[in-house]
């Protein structure tokens, strides 16, 4: 007899026993059970946040409390007595929406909208758990559990600090009437709420047992000892205790082990009380456990320290994980994973915390490090003490992170010293712990020992600690993460860090004081304006006006492709890749997976009824073809070889690792960049193009010669690429998220060699695009049609995050080499100047051709030498990036234009000034306007001093230029309806709405056109029956340019009404229309926009950024950012500062830590997951955000005088790399280096550059 857990959603009773697999997590059941798809999910392993619900329980001690989990990570039979809000439960257009959805709309927090339900369900439970009492610092704090690819996070955080109770006062007025749950604070075990039931009967001493499908076994217990029992009667062989389960976002499981024990119930295993030490429960969430440490450290002044240890734990993971996640579920996990670099275990062990390890019959007490060497089987961690500790003890510690939020630490380092209470100097006793090493470095017990009874604060005994220290360190190489060298320079500067924090001010050097500073800890509230025009009397033409499908969006209404319900007979699809770089297939042994029950079919090349190419050279643009299945050579690491079709997604992706594939391995290394592929094989290099100088100057000052790398950007669309088909009566029907609607069309009729035809594709809007689903989308597409048309069932493909990274493509990688003469104004004479563009390992998709004209930047190039040549390697075939190819070439040349500031030493503004063209008088005048308004000459000056003052911390103060091309787009199809019943419009356009408010200005537009509410106006998902031919959504153009065909439309229909307008005496517009239906006129019109229709331009924009750098760690934080964009006469400038503050903060991640490791010599991509792989946060956004659009600009050559946006301010972003350099030169100066002298920063800069570039020595490490 199996039990059930049984649970609420949104107010509803359920129940789950034997019918569910032990794999089942709340967000399937939701999404696949319940249908309630507004939840989404990304990832699935915590690090996104597009899961997260709230849920109601009671705690420990009774009381009802909410909270946010990520409903990834929790499986459904953790579930009991929940009760989960889902955003469905939260409000809807039926029962009117939520003030946290209106303001999140309402304030521009959307653009693809993908994200947006985890959002407002994560700030939801944060007004609901701190009954509203929340200041905005705390709110702006509380959101490292939710990723936003598009917006910059700015609106997102404005709209919900509107809820602090320090706020100003909000924009939405009913915001003052939110109120939480009205009964919270009498509120014993129920709620008037239904959404609050709590079944109390389910919490007595009881044990559920449940076999799952699986051949699971799920038991719940409450007690501790029911763990030995269900273990001695189940074995011990392959058995888990279940808290959060939050651990399998740290080391995925595929697979889960036959016995799952849920110990979450255990009261014994939580609170808290104070013997001599506090001991708290083991099974404690990291929630809990720091209101435990806010609380007892101001109550017990023994424990007061306890405060910097929240300080800390404030940095771990992100609230939906510390709410459920344990203090025994972590150390757990360091316990199996050496390397895994725990704040919680360093915490505890700096402490000397004891932990109490329960066995059968014995109980032990261990320290922290010796746990690290216990095998665990069979044992249970109940409880941890933690000291007390007299005022003589001082504690500090870091976490260094690559973000300012959910990352692991890449080192953290703990420090306790006991101090002689007379001299408040000499170190009694030492406990160094430092994390992120290696396996097996916990204690620098040499250094401890060292310390003992000497005065620390003297340069001296520093040094000789340091070199104690250094000579101590096991720093290894770790899979995936920043180089023993960054990670040992870190570790010492941490050490010197902590005594900075311990010095007294009077013995310490006023100069060495910044290095004290822990940003992590003292960020203050981040703040932006946006200035732009806007001409009321043409409104909605130019009205700031949110998007208009931003709520379905933020109350998760808005349908992406798997919000498509499931069909009862659908299939799943998983890639099986290589796991060799190069070499050849020689046999296919996919029998290991078939043998999984629930695996149905392994299709592989030889399958492919057509083409197997899943880029059609048939469509514009597509240059080579691109293997849909390797069939006989493999070309990359994790090339897709074949397909495992299952009944369930999660099968289908661990059957696709039991595929057994022999290779001919090819024994050489990869080449993996651009560099080796020079060296080691040239035939891999192609020029695209020689642009010849037109000119040569004679007046040769100075000689520069140089290179520079950058690298890939993983584009991190929140939906990730994904398709579902669906056989119709006379062929398929494919749901796939692309941007680029005829690609897909043609390239799946051809790989099925179908007619197009029978073939409909329908998109109903991307979550998050940037290129990547321009036509990364056919290769899921055309393996999911491939697969529904072998087995005649509706099939889904859903990429996982580990198969976008590895499989797919990404930004192309670029080397720039040059060679330029300068006079003393660093005006260039002449410059050779060559680009190399990876695209992996076939040269396909165009980037080149937008390298070439954005190369010169805004600059007069009549003396530059362009050549560009494409280069293949052996990584995926990289692809279309937000400004793909622009990027690279208007970074490679302001990289150039700061080196000749560099060089001759003179003002970067002036040098580019020097050398701008004189056609682009636009961006002349907006460097003028950033100069002024961002007072660049005083806080030049402000820069400096602070750099003269502080050692430790360095600042800098950079400019980036741009002048884009926006290039001509060809077909696009626009379809109006009006309706003669009631006179409302529809629109099909081919277009691809993509969180860029495409379909928002066209409404706009055409209720301007028809002089009719814009409410009377709809935009409906593009299909290829309807609007067919059409090119990709892309180039920052087609928004512009389906706006333009709206307009032709409208006067198309304008026209056929105009006779019977005269006819009526000034007509409303439904009795118009209503008339000319019965007059039998055609009341839909459309238009196909081509490349006649409009012509190339330039936007321009400019960039002001200043940065303060931590010399010692590599963080930084970035204080100000001044925008200043050209968009013409925008449509919406509402939306188009969205489009620039999201573009920007996406170059900021590719500027700074969005960094891809590979191994070297196998080829695999490292850093494939949510773990490694770190997008920007809310708090890594600039403190201070300044956009204003240029003023009266009007674009002569652009629809109604606007220009293109979506790209071209992600250009911008390369400030920030200046800025950083400049203080990192600046460090350099204070090290010994001289000012001019260049060094190279490749690719992001990241911690690991940012430190090493600034070449601190050791010996500088001082007091005095
Ligand atoms: C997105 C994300 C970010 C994170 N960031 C950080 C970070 O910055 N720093 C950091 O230190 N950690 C971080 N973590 C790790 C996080 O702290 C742990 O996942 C969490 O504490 C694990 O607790 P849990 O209850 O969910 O464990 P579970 O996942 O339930 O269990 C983990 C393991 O512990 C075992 N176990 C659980 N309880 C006991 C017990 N009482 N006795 C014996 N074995 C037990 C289980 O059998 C299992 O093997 C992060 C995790 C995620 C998902
Ligand atoms: S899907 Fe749950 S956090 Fe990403
Ligand atoms: S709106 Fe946040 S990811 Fe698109």
Redesign the pocket.
Known sequence: MSDKITFGVNGQKYSVGSEVDSDVSLNDYLRETLNLRGTKYMCK???CGACIVAVQALDEHGLLRTFSV?SC?VSITSCQDWEVTTIEGVGDRGRGYHPIQRTLAEYDGTQCGYCSPGWVMSMYSLLESSHHDITQHEIENSFGSNTCRCTGYRPILDAFKSFAKDAPKPKLEDIEDLKPCKNKDNCGHTCEKSWCFVNANDTGNTIKKIYLKDDRIWYRITQVHDIFNILDTEGYDSY???????????APIFSFPRVLID??PVKE?KGHYIDQNLVVG??T??TDLMDIFKTVSHQQVEFAYLQKLYEHLD????IP??N??????????KN?LLT???????LLETIGAILT?VEKTTVHNVTLEDFTLID?TG????SISIPPLSGNYEFVSF?I?PRSQ????SVNAGFLYKFDPHDKETILSASIVIGGLSAHFVHARATETFLIMKKIFNNSILQQALHVLNDELIVDEIAGELSPEYRRKTALGLFYKGLLNLIPEKKLKPWYRSGARDFRKTRPLSKGTTVFDTNPIIWPITEPMPKLDALVQTSGEAKYVNDIPKDPREIFCAFVTSDICTGEIESIDPTPALKLPGVLAFFSAKDITGNNNFVSQRVLGQMAPEEIFAEKEVKYYDQAIGVIVAETEKLANRAALLVRIKYKVDKRKPILTISEARKRNPSRVSLYIIIPARDRGLDVHRIIKGSQDISWQYHYPMETLSSISIPSEDGIDIYPCSQWTDSVHVSVADALHIKQNRINVTVPRCGGAYGLKINRTNHVACVGALVTYLMNRPSRFVLTIQASLRVIGKRLPCKSEYELGVNNSGEIQYFEYHIYEDNGYVFADQVSQFVTTALKNCYNNTRWEHKIFNVTTDTASNTYARAPGSLEGISMTEYVMERIAYEINMDPVRVRLNNLNSQYPDVAEMVQTVLKDGEYDKRKEEVKKFNEMNRWKKRGLRVAMMSYPISIQMDYHILLSVYHADGTIAIKHGGIEIGQGMNTKIIQVVAYTLNISIDKVKVKPADVASVPNNYTTGGSRTSQLIVFGAIKCCQIILDRLSVVRESLNNPTWELLVETAYNQGINLQASYHVNGNDHQPYRVGGVALTEVELDILTGEHEILRVDIVQDIGTSVNPELDIGQIEGAFVMGIGYWTHEHMIYDENTGELLTDR??YYKVPLAKDIPLDLRVQVRRNSYNPIGVLGSKGVSEPPICLAISVAFALREAIAAAREDSGHHKTEWFDVDGPYTLEKNVLKSDARLEEFLFT
């Open positions: 392993e915590g690090g990520n990570l888990m205790l279940v808290n959060g389960n939050t651990g399998r976002g740290v110990i979450s295993l083991a099974g969430t990291l940095l771990v993971a992100h994980v510390r459920i996640g344990t203090i025994a579920g972590n150390l757990m996990i199996r895994f670099s725990s704040d919680i275990f360093l390890i665990m044992k249970v961690i109940t976490k992170m959910n990352a692991h630490a949510t773990w």
